[in-house]
């Protein structure tokens, strides 16, 4: 007789059959997992001392074969530390642990110029120390300025002295490891440059102003002693600075005023420095004076025995120098001195210039005379 089973024991059976299925299946896994758990708590806090150790020692084993090999302290010339300063480089520690050193500067605030041989700065500039290290850190820096001791390195590093100077400096690490020697040279410059002027022309002092002719021609240079000359500027009058290049011409009469400076790569400048000339571009005026004025007769001049002439000149600007003078034809001028005196009857001449103090010479001036050395003769006769 076939027995029908309730349907819900059915379904009950069923989802019995489901659950057992699902958990024989998910065990492996769990067990696993369990497994792997284990391992775990192997290597964490918790654990014994040994196991502790021999993680450590594996771990530092692993660092050591991946480390870069040590790099030897060779010594090295000037121009090789100069290149490590303008670079950073890593220098390994004694146990082969990587440590950094650095120097920072600010070039654009802090004033510094590097020519490609040399590096140049102000004493407003300073200089800072870094270090890392990939393990057990940094302990201290510590750095020295030429010959002087280490010091511990605490703020960013001045230099006062002028001239060239060394810094050396190094890190060591909390494990005692010291690292190799790094030297920074530097050149401190905090003088600006020598700036001059001068002109091709000679100039002349005169009643306490200075007199040039009517072309004079400014030239500026300037030295530097360290980190070189940038540019040299000048202004006329009260104009603007400008980069100067080429001589200066003056050749306008008057007063001319010229400012100008120089600045050094580091920014050092000169203090402003005014030349001021006036150009004398006018030729004085002579003119030859007799005591006793001469009488004309047709187209001649006649002068008596021992009349005297005088002979002066005037300039407006830089003054007169000279006066010369040519009698009776004579080949070449000589310096007037005194006044001319003719007491020899017959025709004669005077040829006079001046010439003022920057060289402009006036035109000849000429006077064509005869001396009357014989008085008349008068005659009586009677007449009817």
């Known amino acids: 007789m076939q027995v029908k089973m309730n349907p819900i024991i059915k379904l009950g059976k069923i989802i019995s059959l489901i659950f057992l299925s699902f958990a024989l299946v998910s ?24 196991d502790k150790a021999a993680a450590e020692a594996e771990k530092k084993a692993s660092e050591a074969e991946n480390a870069e090999p040590p790099q030897e302290n060779n010594n090295q ?35 510094i110029y590097d020519d490609g041989k040399n590096i140049y700065a102000t004493s407003k500039t300073k200089f800072a120390l870094e270090s890392a290290d990939n393990l057990s850190q940094t302990k201290y820096i510590e750095y ?4 002087s001791p280490y010091q511990k390195y605490q703020n960013p590093i001045k230099i006062e002295a002028e001239g060239q100077h060394r810094i050396v400096y190094r890190s060591v690490d909390q494990a005692g490891n010291v690292e190799p020697e790094k030297v920074y040279l530097v050149i401190i410059d905090n003088s600006a440059p020598d700036v001059n002027l ?14 040039g002719p009517a072309k004079v021609t ?9 980190s070189g000359v940038k540019s040299i500027l000048y202004a006329t009058g009260e104009g603007d600075f400008q980069e ?74 830089s003054g007169i120098e000279r006066i010369e003078v040519k009698i009776d034809g004579e080949a070449e001028f000589k310096p007037y001195t005194n ?12 040829e006079a210039r001046a010439i ?17 050395d014989n008085p008349p003769a008068t005659t009586l006769k009677p007449v009817k």
């Open 244 to 317: 100067y290049k080429d001589a200066i011409i003056l050749d306008k009469s008057g007063e001319h005023i010229i400012r100008y400076k120089a600045v050094d790569n580091l920014g050092n400048e000169t203090e402003v420095k005014v030349f001021r000339v006036i150009v004398d571009a006018e030729a004085p005026s002579v003119t030859i004076q007799p005591k006793d004025k001469l009488v004309k007769v047709g187209d001649k001049l006649y002068a008596k025995r021992d009349n005297v002439f005088t002979i002066s000149a005037k300039d407006n600007s």
């Open 77 to 111: 010339d000037e121009e090789q530390l100069n290149k490590e300063a303008r670079g950073t480089g890593n220098t390994q520690g004694d146990n082969g642990n990587t440590q950094t050193t650095e120097t920072k500067e600010d070039s654009k605030s802090s004033g």
């Open 218 to 226: 400014v030239q500026i240079t300037a030295t530097d002693a360290y």
């Open 144 to 147: 020295k300025i030429d010959d």
């Open 356 to 372: 003022d103090k920057v060289g402009n010479v006036s035109e000849v001036v000429k006077l064509e005379f005869i001396t009357d």
């Open 27 to 50: 065990l492996p896994v769990f067990a696993q997992e369990a497994a792997e758990d284990t391992q775990k708590e192997s290597i964490i806090p918790g654990t014994s001392d040994a």
């Open 198 to 211: 001068s002109t091709k022309e000679e100039l002349v002092e005169s009643n306490g102003f200075i007199y």
């Open 339 to 350: 006044p001319l005196v003719f007491n020899v009857e017959g025709n004669h001449t005077i």
